[in-house]
Structures are given as C-alpha cells and as structure tokens.
C-alpha cells in the first residue's frame, strides 16, 4: 500500500478515472436532479444524499464482486444472432424504463391542464430512492467494466474504489446546483429530459449490439445548452 501511495502514477489514474466516472455521469447527474425536484422542497437535498450513497454502496458492489462483473458481460442466449448478456439486459430494460420516465415528464410540462400547472407535481420519497438508485447502477455499469479494462496492475480496485467515492461526492454537488438551476429555467430542464430521452435510447441499442460513442452525444447535448444559454440571454436582453 505505501508503494500504491508513493507511486506517480496512481494518482495520474485516480484523476484520470474520476474524470471519467464524471464525464460519464453527466445523464445520472441531470436524471437526479429532476427527479428530486418533483419532491416536496424540504425532502429534495435529503432524496438525493440518500440516493447517492445507496448508489455508492452499489457501485462499490460491484466493483469488488469481479466474478459478478466477469458474469455480466457473459453470454445468456442468442437473438437473431446477438449473444444477450446480463449486461445488456440490464441496460436495455434501464434504457426502457428511462423512455418511459422521460416521456412521462416531457408530457406532464408540455400537456399538463391548468389545473396540474398549479398544483406541482410530487413523487413519493421512497419512489424517488429507488428510481435514483436504479438509474445509477445502470448508468454507472459501463463505467466501471471500462475503469477495470483501463487499469490494470497492483491497487487497481483501490483507485477505482477512490474515484468512484470522489466522483460520487461532486456529482452529490453538481446535483445540487443543477436541481436548482432547472427549477429556475424550464427550458433547461426540457432539454435535460430530451437528453436522457436520447441516453435512453442509445441504452436500449447498446444492449441489442449497436454501440454509439457517447462523445457525439456530449457534444449535442453542450452545443444545444450552449445555444439555449444565448436564447436565455436574448430574452433577458428583450425583457429589459
């Protein structure tokens, strides 16, 4: 342990696989964040530390149950001569569930009836814990089996473990701004949920063989926020 420690070269991986456990997580991120914000106020901060430490303790799981990890990504059985793994069940059927969580939402803002305008909707706290939990394993199993594939060696869980419990602990911040940031501007959050709409499909054709790289995705996602920043300035400058 203290050659780990004294090792450059452990701490250029532990900054390099934090980001990218962060880079990663921008879709859990938002999903947290939108989902929180339709608690009452005062549980919003509670549901997400919650949420994320349960979170935590699952990814930490499954990094240290390798065999699970090795298992997943085993083929189960063959359609139309595609071997299904475990991992691509459990991205597919997070994938379907996200389509249907964002499509929810996207509805209930575009055709709510007056009288749901005002009157904001809630979900249950103990629905909230689950749903965050749940999309967090599944947004997060990539991550892990490509933070296993990229280091290798003496103390390899060890910086995984630690990049996992850093990110998890600026993602608990970020979250706390964005969830804010989206209550303040609908549009943002509208585009947040066309976003993970997007992830979610990518999910679903992920688990059936057809891989996107999620650069491309990053890029549409900080080129429209981008443009919708300038939208937001245009109209504050109108207001004026």
Do not use: C, W
Request: aromatic content about 10%; cysteine-free; proline content about 3%.
């Amino acid at each position: 342990m203290t050659e780990l420690l004294l090792d450059p070269q452990t701490y250029v991986k532990l900054i390099t696989l934090t980001g990218l456990e962060i880079v990663l997580g921008v879709d859990n991120i938002l999903f947290i964040s939108i989902v929180s914000n339709l608690l009452p106020a005062d549980q919003r901060t509670k549901a997400r530390r919650i949420g994320l430490a349960l979170a935590l303790f699952g990814r930490l799981f499954l990094l240290f149950s390798l065999n699970l990890l090795n298992s997943l990504t085993q083929p189960l059985f063959t359609v139309l001569e595609h071997d299904v793994s475990g991992r691509d069940l459990v991205l597919g059927l997070g994938g379907l569930f996200l389509i249907y969580k964002a499509t929810q939402e996207i509805y209930a803002n575009v055709e709510g009836t007056p009288e749901e305008e005002k009157k904001p909707r809630v979900v249950g706290f103990a629905s909230a814990i689950v749903q965050i939990v749940m999309l967090d394993i599944v947004f997060s199993l990539d991550s892990i089996i490509t933070a296993i594939g990229l280091v290798d060696g003496n103390g390899s869980v060890f910086i995984i473990g630690t990049a996992i419990v850093v990110s998890v602990v600026i993602m608990l911040f970020f979250s706390e701004y964005i969830s804010q940031f989206l209550d303040r501007h609908p549009s943002m959050k509208m585009l947040g949920l066309a976003f993970l709409l997007l992830v979610a499909v990518l999910l679903v054709a992920e688990s059936m063989g057809t891989h996107v790289p999620r650069e491309y995705v990053y890029f549409a996602l900080g080129f429209s926020f981008l443009v919708e920043v300038i939208n937001m300035r245009m109209r504050k400058a109108q207001n004026k």
